[in-house]
């Protein structure tokens, strides 16, 4: 004898009952988005504001619901960073030169993106240029002295109003 309702996998473990499967063309909410593709809801609304591609249906109380096309391009751009490494801005480049229906078959697996170039890395810090020579130095330091000589200059010319003569 059961104390409470069994659930439908048959454990006959009380609980959340699980609901039935969505068909493939209807609308999913983020938390479904979410969890399908293991991310956090912040991530997806970050990448709206990244990727402006992605545009959710909006409804009351700013509820999103994603089509089954936003999805696969959801998924392709998590694959293009934590499949292959790019950086956003490299997923961005690749949504620019492909376009999304690319990027969406990456996302159901149809297609693999181009393994990115070396500029689709972050650019990395410039040497410190070679230290300058005596000349070099002397001739800056010169041209430092005669703008210290304008700047004093000017500090002694009276400010007026354009248009007033004041």
């Known amino acids: 004898m059961q104390d409470g309702p069994a659930e439908p996998d048959g454990t006959g473990a009380p609980g959340r009952a699980a609901l039935p499967e969505k068909e493939p063309g209807a609308f999913r909410t983020i938390g479904e988005v979410a969890e399908d593709l293991?991310?956090?809801q912040h991530v997806l609304r970050f990448w709206e504001t990244r990727f402006t591609q992605v545009r959710p249906l909006k409804r009351?109380?700013?509820?999103?619901y994603y089509?089954?096309?936003?999805?696969?391009?959801?998924?392709?751009?998590?694959?293009?960073?934590?499949?292959?490494g790019y950086t956003i801005r490299g997923a961005q480049r690749v949504l620019r030169e492909r376009g999304m229906r690319f990027v969406q078959a990456v996302g159901r697996g149809e297609q693999v993106a181009p393994a990115f170039a070396e500029s689709d890395h972050e650019p990395e810090a410039e040497a410190?240029?070679?230290?300058?020579?005596?000349?070099?130095?002397?001739?800056?330091?010169?041209v430092l002295d005669e703008l210290r000589a304008c700047r004093r200059r000017l500090a002694g010319v009276p400010r007026t109003r354009p248009g007033t003569g004041e």
Do not use: H, M
């Not at 009351?60 to 999103?64: E, H, L, M, P, S």
């Not at 410190?128 to 010169?142: K, T």
């Open 38 to 40: 293991d991310l956090p």
């Open 60 to 64: 009351g109380g700013n509820r999103r």
């Open 67 to 84: 089509r089954p096309d936003d999805v696969d391009l959801l998924k392709g751009i998590r694959q293009l960073l934590y499949g292959q």
């Open 128 to 142: 410190a240029p070679p230290p300058l020579g005596r000349a070099d130095r002397a001739s800056l330091n010169a």
